[in-house]
């Protein structure tokens, strides 16, 4: 029963370049959520997505920054040019369909360095 | 989401019970309250929740006092691998409206040492 999961662990871009980040939920697992946690700091929700619908994108900053969850593949994160301030870890968590109680279950996250 | 307070951080010796305590003064009657734990660089990890009786799993158990105000998460033979930064989150899970407010909200939490 494999857990969350995310590649790749370890991203290393430039500034201006592109990062593609990509969790696959656990098995049955139809929700996804994204965190950032920046150096030194909490974890800070970014978006939640079902199936090629994106529910809650309030955490999400305006600008280079998309998610998507495709009917057929992993969710992605994608961020555009990125810059230095992008640098952190990146967690992915998944939580079956809606029900009274529930939990979310996290990825190990994708570092994201830019140099 | 109800706020939540915890002591930033607690020590413990290895094999003694952790006891990590939360204030959660302004929950509501539908929230629930859930405990997650991060162990250094890893992704959180859920521990237990509990709306109003006492729950037990094979990690922990809650213990909710009468009025919900406070909880206390009980490690009952801490162990070195039980070192990492514990939050308490107190939310409503149910779906709201026309959109939800499942994310989960993390707050500083309780960095918790098992010293050997």
């Known amino acids: ?115 | 989401d109800a706020k939540t307070t915890q002591p930033p951080s607690m020590d413990c010796a290895e094999g003694r019970a952790a006891n990590l305590p939360c204030n959660h003064s302004t929950i509501s009657g539908n929230e629930y309250v859930y405990w997650y734990r991060q162990i250094h660089s890893q992704g959180p990890q859920y521990i237990i929740h509990g709306l109003k009786n006492n729950e037990t799993n094979e990690m922990a158990s809650l213990i909710i006092t009468e009025d919900r105000k406070s909880s206390t998460l009980i490690l009952p033979h801490a162990t070195l691998r039980d070192t990492a930064v514990y939050y308490c989150i107190v939310r409503n899970p149910t779906l709201i409206s026309s959109g939800s407010a499942r994310q989960l909200t993390f707050g500083s939490g309780t960095q918790l040492t098992v010293l050997p």
């Open chain 1, 1 to 115: 029963n494999a857990g969350v999961m995310q590649n790749p662990r370890h991203l290393v871009r430039r500034r201006g370049q592109e990062a593609r980040l990509r969790c696959s939920p656990m098995k049955g697992h139809s929700h996804v959520y994204w965190y950032r946690q920046l150096p030194e700091e909490g974890l800070k929700f970014m978006v939640y997505l079902q199936k090629e619908n994106i529910i809650d994108e309030s955490g999400m900053p305006k600008e280079r920054f998309s998610a998507e969850f495709p009917k057929e593949g992993p969710s992605i994160l994608r961020i555009q040019q990125v810059v230095r301030g992008d640098s952190a870890a990146y967690f992915c968590a998944s939580s079956p369909p809606p029900q009274v109680a529930y939990e979310q279950y996290f990825g190990p996250g994708t570092r994201l360095t830019v140099t």
